[in-house]
C-alpha cells in the first residue's frame, strides 16, 4: 500500500483519504471522552514527526488510548477498506473555528496500527492492552472484582479481526452496557451516566468478546 510522506499529506484536501503514512510518536495527549448522539466518543491527539523532523497531528478517534509510555515508538498506520473497497480509517481534517484553521489526520477504528521499526521493519510490537477496572460498579455490584486490579488483557492483533468485526463488537459493546444500566431502573443516578462509567461497561464486553476470539 502507497505510504504518503508528511508533505504529500499537507497537500490533501479536507476529507481526502490516506492509504498509509508512519512516523515517530512525539508526543501523547490525553484523551477526551463523551456521549453524543451516537454513543460513546474518544478522541485524542498524537504529534508524529517524520524522518526529516517534520509533525503532523494525528486526531485518534479509538477507544483505545495511546499513553506517554508510546512516545517513541515508530508506527505504521494504514487504512482498511469498505464494502465498496474504497479506502477508509484515515483522511485528512482541516477545519475552521473561531478564527483558527485546525489540521491533522483523523484515524479511526477501521484503520490497521501497528508498531515498527524506522523504515517499516515489524517489531512484532502491538498496541497497548486495553484493561477495564470498575473502581465501584455502577449497577450494584454486578462485576465487583470481576475485572477490578485485573492483569492487563492482551487484545488480538489489528489484523486478525478486520474492519466490520471490530465494529459490530464495539457496537454490541455498547448496546449491552445500555442494557445493564436499564437493570438499574428507577435507581439510575446521573454518576452511571458519566462518560467514564460508560466506557469502563462497554471496554468490559469488549475484553469478553474479544478474549474469546483469541
Not at 20 to 45: E, I, R, S
Not at 62 to 76: F, V
Not at 151 to 167: F, G, H, V
Request: hydrophobic letters at 35%; proline letters at 4%; glycine letters at 8%.
Amino acid at each position: 500500500m502507497k505510504q504518503l510522506t508528511f508533505e504529500e499529506i499537507n497537500d490533501l484536501e479536507n476529507g481526502q483519504q490516506i492509504p498509509a503514512m508512519q512516523g515517530t510518536v512525539k508526543k501523547v495527549f490525553d484523551q477526551k471522552t463523551g456521549v453524543g448522539d451516537y454513543g460513546p466518543w474518544h478522541l485524542q491527539n498524537l504529534i508524529l514527526r517524520d524522518d526529516h523532523a517534520n509533525e503532523l497531528q494525528i486526531t485518534w478517534a479509538c477507544s483505545d488510548p495511546w499513553d506517554t509510555q508510546d512516545e517513541g515508538k515508530h508506527l505504521l498506520i494504514e487504512s482498511g477498506h469498505d464494502k465498496k473497497d474504497q479506502l477508509v480509517g484515515i483522511k485528512r481534517e482541516i477545519r475552521n473555528k473561531n478564527g483558527k484553521r485546525y489540521e491533522s489526520v483523523k484515524v479511526d477504528d477501521r484503520a490497521k496500527v501497528k508498531i515498527t521499526a524506522p523504515g517499516g521493519g515489524e517489531n512484532n510490537a502491538t498496541r497497548p492492552a486495553e484493561v477495564a477496572a470498575f473502581e465501584s460498579d455502577p449497577v450494584g455490584g454486578m462485576f465487583k472484582g470481576s475485572v477490578a486490579n485485573a492483569e492487563q488483557l492482551d487484545k488480538p492483533k489489528p489484523s486478525m479481526l478486520d474492519e466490520r468485526q471490530r465494529a459490530i463488537i464495539r457496537q454490541h459493546s455498547q448496546s449491552m452496557a445500555m442494557e445493564v444500566l436499564k437493570l438499574k431502573g428507577v435507581h439510575l443516578t446521573l454518576e452511571d451516566l458519566t462518560p467514564s462509567k460508560l466506557k469502563a461497561l462497554a471496554d468490559f464486553f469488549d475484553a469478553d468478546v474479544l478474549g474469546a476470539a483469541q
